[in-house]
């Protein structure tokens, strides 16, 4: 690679994580259950009936963590807070002892200088609220914005960036309509209703911020490019209909005031009628949008497959990681151009970005990890021709700083910059750690030299 590939001076390097991935002791101090602890120790629900009852017990070892972080050199760090900790049955009483954890975790952070981007909603509901309806009451904005303003006034001064909730397509259709997720629902009528509260959700705490006189605080979505398999009419039919349902459910609203019109099709008589004052209220950009980027869809109509009538495909020809994804990186440029485009140049950050692929054992205390170097390598290089195209991007954050607990793939796949050995939780660095530091260091300059196979060289 001869072209240079810089970022502006005050571009954060980050990474990401979730509570209930990386915590443990989800009861500790008085916390309340949530649905994923309730679901996974629900028999059948996880692979191999991993739980996070351990995770990388972060909760206990978070100093050691931000050690690390140090020792890459981020700038910055996403975590999300554990909803039942601070509020255990939800709503209500404090909990300070929970609240007491992410302080010490904001200090550590600002100690070392490290920038604090903090989620406030990453999956993990509060099994009491999910007992009186969950996302499907209609109150639940409110218990949202309630929640959040505890926690503006709880961190606020210190924490500077702030994301609403991450995924929200997440929530509503794996954990509401194909189940994988928690609660484990599979109900078509159930899931636009739940994607219409999160998003008001998301609208109230912008507003409950906005309040405080503070600007930055954003929704963080994931997003793919949609490509038909071929130039039937039917399969680019089917790639338009998953982009409405992936791409622009959740960001035209916000951005326009109405969701795509493929929605109503989609969803038939389990679409609801929404009221417009509801869609003025959604319309809430916040302050930036995260962008959570793994791979592209390839899209083959499909009669069968409802609600979409599409779906994806892998093909033969690509390389894919261990999720199944395909390694795309051209699509991160294509996904941050796009947004320029219908939204009107939006500041972005990428909130999420990496790839799980079966490491071999450590050897000497180090893991070899070479197809995660040059995910990372060529997906850097990608947001950077963004970059250089008038993309307003402000940061990037790696998925993830540990190996975790992969949701309803328990422990088998692996995403981390560090492995986490299970017998003893030592967090062992990755090449992928060393190759993200440099990054770091240089700016993005150390990935205008020529790419080799990277060397353990630690
Ligand atoms: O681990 C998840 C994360 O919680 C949300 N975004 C995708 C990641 C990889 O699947």
């Keep these: 690679m001869t072209r240079g590939a810089l970022f502006p001076r005050d571009f954060l390097w980050g990474a990401a994580t979730s509570a209930y991935q990386i915590e443990g002791s989800p009861l500790a101090d008085g916390a309340g259950p949530s ?71 904001v200090d550590a952070l600002l100690e070392r200088g490290i920038r604090p ?6 999956w993990d509901l509060s ?59 599979r109900d078509l009528f159930e899931t636009p209703r739940v994607a219409h509260h999160l998003l008001l959700a998301h609208a109230r705490a912008v507003d409950v911020y906005r309040g405080l006189g503070r600007h930055r605080i954003g929704l963080a979505v994931n997003l793919e490019p949609q490509h038909p398999v071929s130039d039937a009419r039917a399969d680019r039919e089917a790639a338009t209909r998953r982009d409405a349902f992936i791409n622009r459910w959740f960001l035209d609203p916000l951005f326009q005031g109405r969701y795509p019109h493929e929605m109503a099709s989609i969803f038939g008589p389990a679409w609801p009628d929404f009221t417009s004052e509801e869609l003025a209220l959604i319309r809430a950009p916040g302050d930036f949008i995260g962008v959570n980027y793994y791979s592209r869809g390839c899209v083959r109509a499909d009669p069968d497959a409802t609600p979409l009538h599409a779906v994806r495909v892998s093909r033969p020809e690509a390389l894919n990681t261990a999720m199944g994804w395909e390694v795309y ?16 140049n939006p500041p972005i950050y990428i909130t999420e970005n990496g790839a799980a692929f079966d490491d071999p054992p450590a ?22 021709k963004a970059l250089e195209q008038g993309v307003d991007l402000r940061g990037y954050f790696a998925w993830s700083l540990l190996d975790n607990f992969e949701w309803a793939e328990g422990y088998s796949k692996r995403f981390g910059l560090y492995h986490v050995d299970p017998r003893d939780q030592r967090r062992l660095p990755k090449a992928s750690a060393r190759f993200y530091r440099e990054v770091i260091a240089s700016n993005g300059a150390s990935l205008t030299q020529e790419a080799e196979p990277y060397s353990l060289g630690f």
């Excluded at 050897?363 to 950077?384: E, K, N, T, W």
Aim: hydrophobic residues 40%; contains cysteine; aromatic residues 12%.
């Design 35 to 105: 649905i994923w602890h309730r679901f996974a120790h629900s028999p059948g629900r996880i692979a191999n009936g991993d739980t996070g009852d351990l995770a990388c017990d972060h909760y206990r070892r978070y100093r050691e963590d931000v050690a690390i972080m140090a020792d890459l050199g981020l700038n910055a760090y996403r975590f999300s807070v554990a909803w039942s900790r601070v509020l255990p049955q939800g709503r209500g009483t404090v909990n300070h002892k929970g609240l007491g954890f992410y302080q010490r975790l």
């Design 117 to 122: 981007m903090v989620t406030l909603y990453h």
């Design 127 to 185: 099994a009491t609220l999910h007992d009186r309806g969950g996302w499907l009451n209609p109150d639940s904005p409110n218990w949202f914005a309630d929640y959040a303003q505890v926690m503006f006034k709880a961190l606020g001064d210190r924490v500077p960036l702030w994301i609403t909730i991450n995924e929200p397509w997440v929530v509503a259709v794996l954990g509401h309509l194909e189940g994988q997720h928690a609660p484990g629902h």
């Design 329 to 344: 990186p051209e699509g991160l440029t294509q996904t941050l151009l796009w947004l320029r485009q219908r939204y009107a």
């Design 363 to 384: 050897r000497d205390g180090l893991v070899a990890d070479p197809l995660r170097v040059a995910y990372l390598r060529d997906h850097i290089v990608a947001a950077a």
